[in-house]
């Protein structure tokens, strides 16, 4: 057997245990990349001190520009929710509308809000306002729930800074800006056939209606009575938008000026999304909070419970780096780099369907775009001019198929909506399958136009 063959062997093997690790014995997903890519290392004939020196290598690379980008991103989307920033946002698209803007609105809303949060905190914040739409507009629960489960991830599963696509743009060393630019172009059409027209072709298969009464209930703030200003609307669309306008900005900006002058360095800062997430932080600190009569000390909470949930994910992106390392360091990236140029089938299908493939077997999006983007950034040298942001979308968008019972969405959309698994297969699954499909034709036609 050739050393080439069998590192290639031992990669695959890697990937079968992660898997195995993560469905069959239940291990955290932190604990099954780190054993993987230790494991990797040592069958390889890597010394274990230098194994683990190449995944605390890997580990601290993969977070030393993602980690900052998910935390400030945290606590712009905990300051917009414990202001009510989001609450104003969400209220004012869908108002007083007719019911048949109703699934158009929420997934608009939904879309802006989801930007800046983690999807399950997006969700559960999002969901009284669910069961107060439906009871107002007299609607089945999931025709204004599924298009706002929509609009929430397609931002989850494409735009940075969401912990997904986030870490991709890292691994393949693509522009943020630009990312955003495109994830947008794709998502929005897909956004409006996935949320509004899907919940139109679904509505009369929706199945037995949820108990509107038995919903969950919004603090309404009695306990204390409110005497802060109410948040302005368009201070909270700012503070929610200001870190894609900037990087776009930054983006189109460093394109059009020449290297060198002021002008150049300038555009390249706002490029950078930890600089426009700083900037962003700090407006919505002052303009929703401190504006509106918060306290410098309720502020701190707000961030710091918007923190909470991210420990594990940054354990998570760390850990892929850690996994990418170890390929690295036993020379599998040489020889994908090598072989790939042979290969008949589309960098940006392998990239989706290397993603859909972990995400069918283990069930989280990130983890699938972590462990997927190890094996598939060696392709961004191997290809020329393919677009290292259309890879990140492919990636992540792959990360999106087929959410099924090993998904901790699936069971929170279900038990949230008082579905049963079968409801829930025909609408959550279905509509996630779609966007990742849907996604995956706007990127293959977006890259006719780009490479």
Request: hydrophobic share 55%; glycine share 12%; proline share 6%.
């Amino acid at each position: 057997m050739s050393a080439d063959l069998q590192h290639l062997l031992l990669a695959g093997a890697a990937i079968v245990v992660l898997i195995l690790l993560i469905t069959r014995f239940k291990l955290h997903p932190f604990l099954a990349l780190g054993l993987a890519a230790i494991g990797l290392g040592l069958a390889n004939g890597i010394a274990p001190a230098k194994a683990i020196e190449h995944f605390e290598t890997g580990f601290g690379g993969a977070l030393e520009r993602t980690g900052p980008v998910i935390g400030l991103g945290v606590v712009l989307g905990g300051i917009l929710i414990g202001t009510g920033g989001a609450d104003r946002i969400a209220n004012a698209f869908i108002g007083a509308r007719p019911t048949r803007w109703v699934p158009a609105a929420v997934a608009a809303a939904a879309l802006l809000i989801g930007m800046p949060h983690l999807f399950d905190v997006s969700f559960i914040m999002f969901a009284p306002l669910v069961y107060t739409v439906a009871k107002r507009a007299g609607s089945h629960l999931l025709f204004v729930g599924l298009p706002m489960a929509a609009g929430l991830y397609i931002s989850h599963g494409l735009l940075p800074p969401h912990p997904a696509p986030t870490l991709a743009v890292s691994a393949y060393g693509a522009s943020t800006g630009l990312t955003i630019l495109y994830g947008l172009i794709v998502a929005i059409p897909v956004l409006v056939l996935t949320g509004p027209v899907l919940t139109r072709v679904l509505k009369d298969r929706f199945g037995p209606a949820p108990d509107l009464d038995k919903g969950p209930v919004p603090d309404d703030g009695t306990a204390s009575p409110d005497t802060r200003r109410p948040v302005s609307l368009t201070l909270a669309l700012i503070s929610v938008l200001l870190p894609a306008a900037v990087m776009l900005t930054g983006t189109l900006g460093t394109a059009a000026t020449a290297e060198g002058t002021w002008q150049y360095t300038l555009f390249e800062a706002c490029d950078d999304p930890v600089l426009s997430l700083f900037a962003a932080v700090i407006f919505a600190f002052f303009a929703l909070g401190v504006r509106t009569g918060f306290e410098r000390g309720q502020l701190q909470k707000m961030a710091a419970k918007g923190l909470g949930p991210v420990g594990g994910i940054l354990l998570i992106l760390g850990a892929g780096g850690g996994l990418k390392e170890m390929l690295s360091a036993t020379g599998v990236d040489d020889l994908i780099s090598r072989y790939a140029v042979d290969w008949s089938i589309s960098p940006l299908l392998l990239a989706w369907s290397i993603a859909a493939l972990l995400r069918i077997c283990l069930g989280s999006a990130t983890v699938a775009t972590t462990a997927a983007a190890g094996i598939v950034a060696p392709l961004v040298g191997a290809y020329t001019g393919l677009s290292p942001e259309l890879l990140v979308l492919a990636t992540a968008s792959g990360a999106v198929m087929l959410s099924h019972v090993n998904d901790s969405g699936f069971w929170l959309f279900k038990e949230y909506f008082q579905l049963t698994v079968a409801q829930t297969f025909r609408t959550w699954t279905l509509m996630l399958s779609l966007q990742s499909l849907l996604s995956l034709g706007g990127i293959l036609l977006l890259s006719t136009v780009i490479d």
